[in-house]
């Protein structure tokens, strides 16, 4: 059975099952969306538009086509060829088993459904099912586009390789399935979440602070702990070289002390609940919805972004797992194909990414750099120096480069970069790249670029593998007509 989803179907179209469908159609799924909700195309496209804007930050590897969403009247049309079917309609026992019951009478007995339930358990989801063997809790994290995590949860009738073959499918599309070894009421996610939420109900009741105050002491300190090595391993590091056992000598008998509320439930009055929501007005209130959703896509990224680069370049956390699906999808995408012209090479369209701008809003130096360095590399891809041709050995380094900064780009700009190959005998390659603002053209950076072929097995220089050094001619055959770039060859201070 393939571990790559096919077809997706999505019923319910709200904050998650919206986000679900982008998922699926991003990483190329043709997806079939069921929600009876009057504007439903209207808020899923919108979602889905905040999705796209967030992957063309999140990532430069080259994404799938793009797979069709199609909204339909039925059920029964929705899950009609579908391997993963993803139920995502209002948290009600009532309302969910029925709904799963009807998917489960139309979809193939073979298509595994999930459900996107925060808290309910899956036996009593399951309970009216013919084939409950393959429904499950696929219970995601919000946006789920962007957040990789979702608890894989059977019921007392899942088939344990059902749990085992999800986990397989959302690997492609991004995503880390976890497997409970038992159901229970919120699973781990939640039941977390809840306590803290308890926790800071009772703090803001007593006014020990306010809504801005709790949320800055989450943001700033355990929060980002926790966003890249989580509650166990932070505080292994926290018990010193003698470790986890260290910890819990020092830090376990707190536990006994009065210092929370977890087993008093704060009660929710109308005054409380009042108190609580004019906080957050004062706090976020200056922002729309989907706005908010943007900042907090952003932050996001930047943060993947930051933990795909850390551990030595290895990656960590979210950021290791970013890394992978990256590496899948160069592996996948097609081969890059361009007919050799005596027009410029459009090598690169890359977008500024939040991590890319400095404190006065632009991008910095480095990331001039990145554009051109990851347009020398398009351009080896184009000549057949893929990774293949680096792993059995070969491969070009930069030795030597000259830029020109002559405008700022900032952050969310689109830009593009074109090249012309100078003359140069494949052995080396001697490239002239203009960096540009695709919305007004203007030109905001150039270089001048010099790579040398060498043999990583031999440790020297050596002329490319005759397959590569063929391309590479056609290109600079079809670009020796073109006129030398006027700033080709100058040193740093010359005047053009």
């Not at 490239?431 to 007004?440: F, K, Q, V």
């Amino acid at each position: 059975m393939t571990t790559k989803i096919q077809k997706a179907a999505c019923i319910g179209g709200g904050v998650i099952g919206g986000a679900w469908a982008a998922r699926f159609v991003l990483a190329g799924i043709d997806t079939k969306m069921f929600d009876p909700h009057p504007e439903a195309e209207r808020i899923v496209g919108e979602v889905m538009a905040n999705a796209e804007r967030a992957y063309g930050l999140l990532t430069m590897a080259p994404l799938p086509k793009k797979g069709k969403l199609t909204f339909v009247k039925t059920i029964e049309e929705a899950v009609e060829g579908a391997d993963w079917i993803q139920e995502s309609v209002p948290e009600r026992v009532d309302l969910k088993r029925n709904v799963i019951t009807q998917i489960d009478a139309a979809a193939d007995p073979k298509a595994l459904i999930g459900s996107s339930t925060s808290g309910i358990m899956p036996t009593e989801l399951q309970r009216d099912m013919k084939h409950p063997e393959r429904m499950f809790v696929a219970h995601p994290y919000n946006p789920v586009y962007l957040l990789p995590l979702a608890e894989l949860v059977g019921g007392e009738k899942t088939a344990p390789e059902t749990l085992e073959l999800a986990k397989a499918r959302l690997a492609p599309i991004g995503m880390k399935g976890v497997i409970l070894k038992k159901e229970i009421e919120a699973f781990v996610g939640d039941r977390l979440l809840e306590a803290v939420w308890r926790e800071g109900l009772w703090l803001i009741k007593d006014d020990i602070c306010d809504t801005e105050t709790l949320d800055d002491v989450i943001r700033y300190s355990f929060g980002m702990r926790w966003a890249q090595m989580g509650m166990f391993e932070t505080y292994r590091i926290a018990g010193g070289e003698a470790g986890m056992r260290h910890f819990i000598a020092q830090f376990g008998p707190c536990l006994s002390w009065p210092w929370t509320k977890l087993t008093d439930v704060v009660d929710l009055t109308d005054e409380l609940i009042d108190k609580i929501a004019s906080q957050s007005d004062a706090q976020s209130g200056a922002y729309g919805f989907r706005e908010l959703e943007r900042i907090r896509d952003e932050n996001l990224v930047g943060i993947m972004q930051t933990l795909k680069g850390s551990n030595g370049g290895k990656g960590w956390g979210a950021g290791k797992l970013l890394s992978e699906f990256e590496a899948q999808l160069w592996a996948n995408a097609p081969k890059p194909e361009a007919k050799a012209s005596a027009d410029l090479l459009k090598l690169l369209e890359p977008k500024v990414h939040p991590s890319w701008v400095d404190y006065n809003g632009h991008m910095t130096e480095f990331r001039y750099n990145q554009c051109f360095a990851d347009a020398a590399d398009a351009f080896l891809r184009l000549i057949g120096v893929d990774m293949d041709y680096v792993a059995a050995g070969h491969s070009y380094y930069t030795v030597e480069a000259h830029n020109q900064w002559l405008d700022e780009a900032k952050l969310g700009d689109a830009l593009f970069v074109e090249a012309q190959v100078l003359p140069s005998d494949g052995k080396r390659i001697h490239t002239y790249m203009w960096l540009r603002r695709a919305s007004d053209n203007a030109l905001l950076a150039t270089c001048e670029h010099m790579m040398l072929h060498v043999s990583s097995k031999e440790g020297k220089s050596v002329p490319p593998l005759p397959a590569v050094l063929e391309k590479f001619n056609q290109f600079a055959d079809a670009h020796a007509s073109l006129p030398v770039p006027e700033t080709a060859g100058r040193t740093v201070g010359q005047r053009k």
